[in-house]
């Protein structure tokens, strides 16, 4: 199973008296090719050591249950640890107190960890949604224009145009003039001027196809765009392209027309995760300007949290590595401590940060983890903001 905002919603919904399992993994072709693999050790003592835990902090029959349902996961955590079996980022979730198990495989590695909650821990799957969302690729060379769309890590071309002058590729024109095939002075310059009038025509090629990408952009819902090619020719696609879209546009020299989609994928990873370090800073600048400027933002766990539980936010922002606790009533409002209104009864939550992410997700709100600069913009306000619709 591969991953969208649906598939997170259903993991959410996915709960169990005694608790759920969620382990998750990350195989990278470096790691696979270690002779002796250590992520499966590594899982296999995280489940040892959550054993253990729950023998010492819970109850006897929580802590047996829990032993049975990881024995009888045996099978199932090898397939998973596998590294021959597709997939970079694994994920696996169980329930204890039933047979239910669902399983994730992407192009994205996750970080090895085993965590145990009522829910499935939908945290990674949230980053890896957010740093993976579809993107387009146009490559733009002097043959055509390739569409791929770059998702989840991978990629798929949608589109491939080719350039032709009078239904025959332009390469078949070269040469000396028909009329007069020995008088190389005038085929010359007959050449040249045939030349010119492809690459009049190219370049218009060119631009009409950067008008028909900035539609199948919008159709899609890019909100970014690399476009890759002969810089003769990406200069003219991209000032076309640029007013038409409001996405972020990357212009490369790299000669991908006819590289695999999978070579493209691994490639254009890097410029799609600095495109998206970018995004989230300016995410979190602009909910700060807001909220400072008495707008539709808010700062810090109390507002962001209030915010929330009135179902006012558009993008939620925190910290990746934040680790907070709070009170969750029986309504699913969240809180920072049990004396605020409303949060009579409130029972302690360990896992506030995902209690935020569910109740963000199922109020058709935007989750963002934020890294890097994003994330130090957040540290003096809780490690939280929020844009807010009103």
Known sequence: MSIDQGTILDLIGMRDDIGVLSVYVGITPDRAAEPKPGWPIAIRNQLRDLRQRVRDEGTHEDAEALAERIDALDGQLTRLLDASRYGRGRALFATVGDERVETIAI????????????????????????????????????????LLEWRLGGAAEITREEFTVGGRDWREKSGPAPAQPLDTRQGGHKRDQFEDRVHENLLRFVRDSARDVADEANTRRWDRLIVSGDPRLTKPFAEELHPAGGEQLEVMDLSWEDEAPNTIAEQAWDTFRALRH?????LVTEAKDRALSGGAGALGLPDTLGALNQGRIDYLLFDAELSVDGYRNVDGLLFTHPQQPGADGAQHEPFLVERMVERALATSATAVPCEGQAAELLREFDGVAAILRW
């Open 107 to 146: 192009q994205m590695p996750f970080r090895d960890r085993v965590v145990f909650d009522r829910s499935p821990f939908v945290r990674p799957l949230v980053a890896a949604l957010d740093e993976g969302r579809a993107a387009g690729i146009a490559v733009v060379h002097k043959r055509g224009v390739r």
């Open 278 to 282: 970018d995004r989230m800073a300016r």
